[in-house]
């Protein structure tokens, strides 16, 4: 990326921004690098050959109305490690037509969630009518990596992190592609939706293994809703219809452009995977929201599912305050019976935690184990991740590990060992951020063990900033 602001003058413009998602852990970094041979205590385990990437929010400029964190201008993090102690460490951020367009006239111009900003005649000839931050997940599928999130085509990058461009499966997408795909390890195939404002709300994509986009419908769901996250099983895709909808209104007025209505009620969608939108079972139940799901998986004609649920989406999603104590998420499980059209749930444990993952190579069938983040502030002293919970569901039981007293930290992610056997052979790696010391590390527990702490550290050569979804990429030989 190139840009005629110095890292210093893109600083000192964030002086007076004073919304809580540019503090702190959120506060942004303002330039690019790329630093070999860092410092690691311990030892790295052999089988981590690859890159961790992850994505997250990182403005450019600072915002020109009131912030949400999900606007920020997409900013990767890569850790290469070549599997004999060697690490690498760049970042980049995701050089956007929008972002671009923005440096070209030395300010942001694009509104966000919290704040309507029509752009220019001239902005959107150069850079779109919303800019395509692609700040969500980074995934590799078929040789390609892709850049996400859930309002636009993906972006490709390259390995080493250089933005290509939008991608939109040679022609073959119609709209945006969720931030969360689900990948089908017996397939190859990458599964996955988009939703929008506008009919048709929703929409199922499936990719076979060499990127092609062989199947789209449309699910006619009558709203729009703002859909994070879904899951897929064998025989299914799964859908939760939740009242988290878009308010164009509330947005054009000086408002949010998400507002949680409950009365206007939740269900769940079941669509066979081999069927068209027309042939999903809905199945009305109370409403809940859910950002994150685990996993899900058929079992005697029934789909279980696992995810982390709040009673509500957080009012505060769509302002700078805190989110509610009552809204905190739970690690849940619900159990579903598209033919009798029945739903019965129950919570699995009493901790909160988001961001769960699990060993990916077990997505859509049946699993022993998952992780989500461990949580020390939840409420009004707003939200950190300190650690990670690593839960055995078929025991019953889980393991844990906190980083520090004054550590934070984001999604722990699954590498599987590559001469491992079962479902637990690998680690959870992380960046971990110490903020009384302003210093970030790359952390990587044992999952066979987790709550004997690191098995290695890695001291990276900059603080960076919480961010949202990110994956570990082996090296392929």
């Given at each position: 990326?190139?840009?005629?602001?110095?890292?210093?003058?893109?600083?000192?413009?964030?002086?007076?921004?004073?919304?809580?998602?540019?503090?702190?852990?959120?506060?942004?970094?303002?330039?690019?690098?790329?630093?070999?041979?860092?410092?690691?205590?311990?030892?790295?385990?052999?089988?981590?050959?690859?890159?961790?990437?992850?994505?997250?929010?990182?403005?450019?400029?600072?915002?020109?109305?009131?912030?949400?964190?999900?606007?920020?201008?997409?900013?990767?993090?890569?850790?290469?490690?070549?599997?004999?102690?060697?690490?690498?460490?760049?970042?980049?951020?995701?050089?956007?037509?929008?972002?671009?367009?923005?440096?070209?006239?030395?300010?942001?111009?694009?509104?966000?969630?919290?704040?309507?900003?029509?752009?220019?005649?001239?902005?959107?000839?150069?850079?779109?009518?919303?800019?395509?931050?692609?700040?969500?997940?980074?995934?590799?599928?078929?040789?390609?990596?892709?850049?996400?999130?859930?309002?636009?085509?993906?972006?490709?990058?390259?390995?080493?992190?250089?933005?290509?461009?939008?991608?939109?499966?040679?022609?073959?997408?119609?709209?945006?592609?969720?931030?969360?795909?689900?990948?089908?390890?017996?397939?190859?195939?990458?599964?996955?939706?988009?939703?929008?404002?506008?009919?048709?709300?929703?929409?199922?994509?499936?990719?076979?293994?060499?990127?092609?986009?062989?199947?789209?419908?449309?699910?006619?769901?009558?709203?729009?809703?703002?859909?994070?996250?879904?899951?897929?099983?064998?025989?299914?895709?799964?859908?939760?219809?939740?009242?988290?909808?878009?308010?164009?209104?509330?947005?054009?007025?000086?408002?949010?452009?998400?507002?949680?209505?409950?009365?206007?009620?939740?269900?769940?969608?079941?669509?066979?995977?081999?069927?068209?939108?027309?042939?999903?079972?809905?199945?009305?139940?109370?409403?809940?929201?859910?950002?994150?799901?685990?996993?899900?998986?058929?079992?005697?004609?029934?789909?279980v599912v696992t995810g982390c649920r709040s009673e509500a989406m957080p009012t505060a999603f769509g302002d700078d305050s805190p989110p509610e104590d009552h809204v905190r998420p739970y690690l849940w499980r619900w159990e579903i019976d598209p033919v009798a059209g029945t739903v019965t749930d129950r919570q699995?444990?009493?901790?909160?935690?988001?961001?769960?993952?699990?060993?990916?190579?077990?997505?859509?069938?049946?699993?022993?184990?998952?992780?989500?983040?461990?949580?020390?502030?939840?409420?009004?002293?707003?939200?950190?991740?300190?650690?990670?919970?690593?839960?055995?569901?078929?025991?019953?039981?889980?393991?844990?590990?906190?980083?520090?007293?004054?550590?934070?930290?984001?999604?722990?992610?699954?590498a599987a060992d590559p001469d491992g056997s079962s479902e637990d052979d690998g680690w959870l790696i992380n960046i971990v951020t110490d903020l009384a010391e302003g210093t970030s590390s790359f952390v990587v527990l044992d999952a066979r063990d987790v709550s004997a702490g690191p098995v290695a550290e890695v001291?990276?050569?900059?603080?960076?900033?919480?961010?949202?979804?990110?994956?570990?990429?082996?090296?392929?030989?």
């Amino acid at each position: 990326m190139t840009t005629t602001e110095s890292s210093s003058e893109l600083a000192a413009a964030f002086t007076d921004v004073d919304t809580p998602y540019l503090l702190g852990q959120y506060e942004p970094v303002h330039d690019e690098r790329h630093d070999v041979a860092l410092e690691v205590t311990g030892e790295l385990p052999a089988g981590l050959r690859g890159a961790y990437l992850r994505n997250g929010s990182n403005p450019f400029f600072p915002p020109p109305g009131r912030y949400h964190v999900f606007d920020g201008d997409g900013m990767l993090h890569g850790i290469y490690l070549d599997g004999e102690g060697g690490v690498e460490y760049r970042n980049r951020w995701i050089d956007s037509r929008g972002l671009r367009y923005e440096q070209s006239v030395g300010h942001s111009v694009y509104g966000g969630l919290n704040e309507f900003s029509m752009p220019s005649a001239e902005a959107i000839e150069a850079g779109g009518m919303y800019k395509n931050t692609a700040n969500t997940n980074i995934i590799r599928h078929a040789g390609r990596h892709l850049a996400l999130m859930e309002g636009a085509h993906p972006t490709e990058v390259t390995p080493e992190l250089a933005t290509v461009g939008e991608y939109d499966f040679d022609g073959a997408l119609h709209g945006a592609m969720t931030a969360h795909p689900r990948w089908d390890a017996a397939t190859g195939e990458l599964l996955f939706f988009g939703y929008s404002p506008f009919p048709p709300y929703l929409r199922y994509h499936v990719a076979d293994r060499s990127g092609a986009l062989v199947r789209s419908t449309d699910i006619s769901i009558g709203r729009s809703v703002m859909m994070h996250d879904f899951v897929t099983t064998e025989s299914a895709a799964v859908f939760f219809d939740l009242p988290a909808l878009f308010d164009g209104e509330s947005l054009m007025n000086g408002g949010t452009a998400i507002r949680w209505q409950p009365e206007t009620g939740a269900r769940i969608g079941v669509m066979p995977r081999d069927g068209e939108g027309t042939d999903t079972v809905w199945i009305d139940v109370e409403p809940f929201y859910v950002f994150h799901f685990l996993n899900a998986h058929d079992e005697d004609g029934r789909i279980v599912v696992t995810g982390c649920r709040s009673e509500a989406m957080p009012t505060a999603f769509g302002d700078d305050s805190p989110p509610e104590d009552h809204v905190r998420p739970y690690l849940w499980r619900w159990e579903i019976d598209p033919v009798a059209g029945t739903v019965t749930d129950r919570q699995l444990d009493d901790r909160t935690g988001d961001f769960p993952r699990i060993n990916d190579s077990y997505n859509g069938v049946a699993h022993r184990y998952g992780a989500h983040a461990h949580t020390r502030h939840w409420g009004q002293e707003g939200v950190e991740f300190d650690g990670v919970i690593w839960f055995d569901l078929d025991k019953g039981t889980s393991s844990e590990h906190v980083y520090g007293p004054t550590s934070v930290c984001g999604e722990a992610v699954f590498a599987a060992d590559p001469d491992g056997s079962s479902e637990d052979d690998g680690w959870l790696i992380n960046i971990v951020t110490d903020l009384a010391e302003g210093t970030s590390s790359f952390v990587v527990l044992d999952a066979r063990d987790v709550s004997a702490g690191p098995v290695a550290e890695v001291r990276l050569p900059r603080r960076v900033p919480f961010g949202f979804h990110g994956n570990w990429l082996p090296t392929l030989d």
